[in-house]
């Protein structure tokens, strides 16, 4: 390289990467978060960037580049509302708190560690009208298929390599009696549902849902009137067999409502349909190729007081 070419590269870096000249920081006059308001509800995760605006309107990102003003020229600082899952210099991972705080919102300030006076305040309210989802989903049954390429095994031939039909060396493509062939029944539910208030009197259904053998308690919030949550657990896909094994049965849910929370339970839509059946091992021509479909889980609605 010569020193022409070295220089021209120099500079092409130095203008692809905006290092931070002295002084570059004093003009900066605005800062905004950027970030999915759809996804700002309690119990999920939010990743937000930055954008920084200079004096002559030039904005900068903070995913820009390493070089660029980012995150690592700021001090961010997390009042309520979340905690921080993981921090870098393009992005940070919020996630929101499961519970109804003081307040419904994001309570964020961030500065410029080198120059703290340039400072921002905001308030980022949490979401509540929109469409919420939880899904669970039983274990699909055993698909030898999963380890090859399209139902079938390479195997090598000189220099190269051929496609053969897997042999059936366990005998499951030919015993629908196998528990190892039948799809998975989607978790049972327990969904507590009453209306509370936060420190500001403002109402919020509040939906838990709960399987304590499997570990499961998850917490959505709506507004009355606004916004849906979808309870979902469905059964898993049959495994392939000589007949398609039977797809697993969906969840059985018990909803516990209080009287309060009852007006507002269309909200809440619950789907616990069975898994699909699995495929045929040489499925007959004209026929069905799958075996047969899981059932519908149970729906039980349950007056409660909490």
Known sequence: MN???????????ISLFAFIK?????????CELV???????????????MNTIFEDSQVVTSRDGFFNVNF???????????????KTRKEITLRITDSLNVQPYLDVEFYLTRIPNIKWVKKIPFEFDLGQSISFKGADGYDPRA???????????????????????????????DPAILGGKGPDLSVYVSLVKNDFQTEFLKIQIVN??????????????LGSLDIITIGGKGGISKNG?????????????TPEARPYYYQIYITNFGGLGGDLWRPIKGKSAYGE??????????????
């Open 35 to 49: 970030y999915d308001a759809d996804s700002l509800y309690p119990g999920n995760t939010v990743t937000i960037t």
């Open 72 to 86: 690592s020229d700021y001090t961010f600082v997390l009042n309520s509302g979340g905690s921080i899952i993981k």
């Open 212 to 225: 304590d053998a499997l570990d499961i308690d998850e917490i959505r919030y709506l507004k009355p009137d």
């Open 293 to 306: 479909r899981g059932n519908l889980g149970k729906i039980d609605v349950i007056e409660w007081s909490n």
């Open 3 to 13: 020193r022409s070419i070295f220089i021209l590269f120099i500079c092409t870096a």
């Open 147 to 177: 380890l090859t390429d399209d139902g079938f095994k390479k195997i090598p031939l000189g220099k190269t390599k051929i496609n053969i039909q897997f042999i059936d060396n366990t005998a499951t493509l030919t015993n629908n009696d």
């Open 245 to 257: 094994g039977k797809g697993g049965d969906g969840g059985d849910v018990k909803v516990y409502l």
């Open 22 to 30: 002295p002084g570059q920081l004093k003009r900066i006059v605005r």
